[in-house]
DNA sequence: AAAAATATGTTGCATTTACAACAATATTAT
DNA sequence: ATAATATTGTTGTAAATGCAACATATTTTT
């Protein structure tokens, strides 16, 4: 049996780097303007910092850089905002002996989490109602796999 | 038989949107540290507007940055930069009865496409090789399904 | 012990990006 | 026919982002 020879030169739309980055770039679109209709007070990438602040109590400026996947400029300038409007609370502490600059969720930011999330759940349900909940996770598992294949070859500079 | 309680909230970072932006956003990382290690001469944005240019003879400006996910002005510059550049032209033509700035590749954009597909195969091999063709195929074919039932959602406003 | 390297956070700047406003033209509605 | 609306592309501008440089402190190397 012969194998069917492969077009010589895939094209980047055809890629998975492209179903990727279009698929991002559309779902954080559809973030930004559910955010901005709905008038929530933070921008998404607020709220996401704040969920992820939720979650990992005590945790310091760089470590959360990397799951926010910004930079350690921007990631500061987020929590100065969060900070100002008395959402998280920073705090000096040491990790390995060093100082790092460690925080946490406030009640306030706590209840205004709880808030949002409560919207964004709507939100989520309305968009994903074509897909099963099985379909998702496989989705997800897949893209995690794939993110773990490659994250070592990427150099952070966090 | 009794059905297990979900957790209420679920956390921004456990969803699809964040495996989807986290993913998306190490791959365009990496991306461009490919570009910028290589030395291409071109940007990754403008690699992947030049590779759709090119399966996508006499297209107009404002369905090309639907293409490419930009926004008209953006896309105009990228342009500017390739005209500029010789690796396309771009010339006055009609859709549906309008004027239009159409544009196709030359021969110099051409010889440089295939120079940097050439480069960029091999790159692509060395990222997913702990993946077989089957599992991305699926990943593939799973986003554009999932990219498709949130098209509609999202205002592009292009 | 001194020097080099590393970790952490901040500041400044240059690039990218999105968005609104505009100009020009064509279509549709009144 | 005239006015209102829509399509396409460009320009201007404000915000987001990444990156390099810096400051400080700690660890590792010599």
Redesign the interface.
Same mark, same amino acid.
């Not at 991002?24 to 973030?31: H, Q």
């Not at 897949?142 to 993110?147: Q, V």
């Not at 070859?153 to 952070?156: A, E, F, G, W």
């Given at each position: 049996m012969q194998k069917l020879p492969k077009s010589p030169?895939?094209?980047? #739309?055809d890629? !998975?780097?492209?179903?990727?980055?279009?698929?991002? %770039? /559309?779902?954080?679109?559809?973030?930004n303007?559910v955010f901005e209709k709905l008038n929530l007070g933070l921008t998404s990438d607020e709220? !996401?910092t704040l969920? #992820?602040i939720?979650?990992n109590a005590g945790i310091c400026q760089r470590d959360l850089a990397k799951?926010i /996947?910004k930079d350690r400029a921007n990631t500061g300038r987020i929590l100065d905002t969060l900070e100002g409007l008395g959402f998280i609370t920073r705090f000096i502490d040491t990790k390995n002996n060093r100082l790092v600059r460690k925080m946490g969720i406030t009640e306030k930011g706590l209840k205004k989490l709880?808030e949002l999330? !409560?919207k =964004?759940?709507t939100h989520?349900k309305? #968009?994903?109602?074509?897909?099963s909940e099985d379909?998702?996770d496989?989705?997800?598992q897949? /893209? %995690? %796999?794939?993110?773990n294949? !490659?994250?070592e070859?990427?150099? =952070?500079n966090i």
């Open positions: 030169i895939k094209h980047f #739309t890629s !998975i780097y492209y179903d990727l980055e279009q698929t991002a %770039r /559309l779902m954080k679109k559809l973030g303007q709220y !996401i969920d #992820t939720s979650c799951l /996947l709880k999330s !409560i =964004m759940e989520f309305n #968009t994903t109602a074509d897909f379909e998702i496989a989705l997800q897949s /893209l %995690r %796999r794939f993110r294949s !490659i994250e070859l990427v150099k =952070m």
